[in-house]
């Protein structure tokens, strides 16, 4: 019985992935902000990553929809897909199957599903760009109860996002 209940939340799980495991090039926006002329802009990741979720939170209010309870055991999969993201130079959701199996295995989820974006200086900019991309304000807006947000610079002080949301009954 628990076989088969493991493999019924693996179906369950693989079919939300489709929701939002992959990024066009229109859904990424290149670096354009973190730096004016020769000034550097001072980014705080866990400033943003606040500040983000809780923007995240009064959207979802604001729609009538749950907020988000934090997933503290789940943050060790965003940050090191961020690390992931960091070290290949690029935006992907590279191995989300792998990281979604992990966390369901942990947290007993339902559901999961991730949103990431790189260099985007502030929450307000990271959550607009996700507002205006179907696929991430699916994701932004879907059933699900719990979440967690690694935010991470990379060497040249530019910022790296990944949310997982997941869904625990």
Same mark, same amino acid.
């Given at each position: 019985?628990?076989? @088969? /209940?493991?493999?019924?939340?693996?179906?369950? %799980?693989?079919? @939300?992935?489709?929701? /939002?495991?992959?990024?066009?090039? &229109?859904?990424?926006? &290149?670096?354009?902000?973190?730096? @004016?002329?020769?000034?550097?802009?001072?980014?705080?990741?866990?400033? =943003?990553?606040?500040?983000?979720?809780?923007?995240?939170?009064?959207?979802?209010?604001?729609?009538?929809?749950?907020?988000?309870?934090?997933?503290?055991?789940? $943050?060790?999969?965003?940050? *090191?897909?961020?690390? $992931?993201?960091?070290?290949?130079?690029?935006?992907?959701?590279?191995?989300?199957?792998?990281?979604?199996?992990?966390?369901?295995? *942990?947290?007993?989820?339902?559901?999961?599903? *991730?949103?990431?974006?790189? $260099?985007?200086?502030?929450? *307000?900019?990271?959550?607009?760009?996700?507002?205006?991309?179907?696929?991430?304000?699916?994701?932004?807006?879907?059933?699900? %109860?719990? %979440?967690?947000?690694?935010?991470? @610079?990379?060497?040249?002080?530019?910022?790296? $996002?990944?949310? =997982?949301?997941?869904?625990?009954?």
């Amino acid at each position: 019985m628990k076989k @088969l /209940c493991s493999a019924m939340l693996l179906i369950a %799980t693989v079919a @939300l992935f489709t929701m /939002c495991n992959s990024t066009s090039i &229109e859904d990424e926006i &290149e670096y354009t902000e973190a730096t @004016l002329g020769n000034e550097k802009i001072s980014i705080d990741p866990n400033g =943003i990553e606040d500040k983000l979720m809780d923007m995240v939170n009064d959207h979802r209010v604001s729609i009538g929809m749950n907020t988000l309870q934090d997933s503290p055991s789940s $943050y060790k999969y965003a940050e *090191e897909h961020n690390d $992931y993201m960091i070290a290949k130079n690029k935006l992907s959701h590279d191995n989300f199957e792998s990281r979604a199996n992990k966390i369901a295995e *942990e947290t007993d989820a339902v559901g999961i599903s *991730e949103n990431v974006a790189r $260099y985007y200086i502030s929450a *307000e900019k990271t959550m607009e760009a996700w507002l205006v991309s179907d696929s991430h304000k699916k994701a932004l807006e879907g059933d699900y %109860t719990h %979440t967690t947000l690694s935010v991470q @610079l990379d060497k040249e002080g530019r910022p790296y $996002y990944t949310q =997982i949301f997941i869904k625990v009954e």
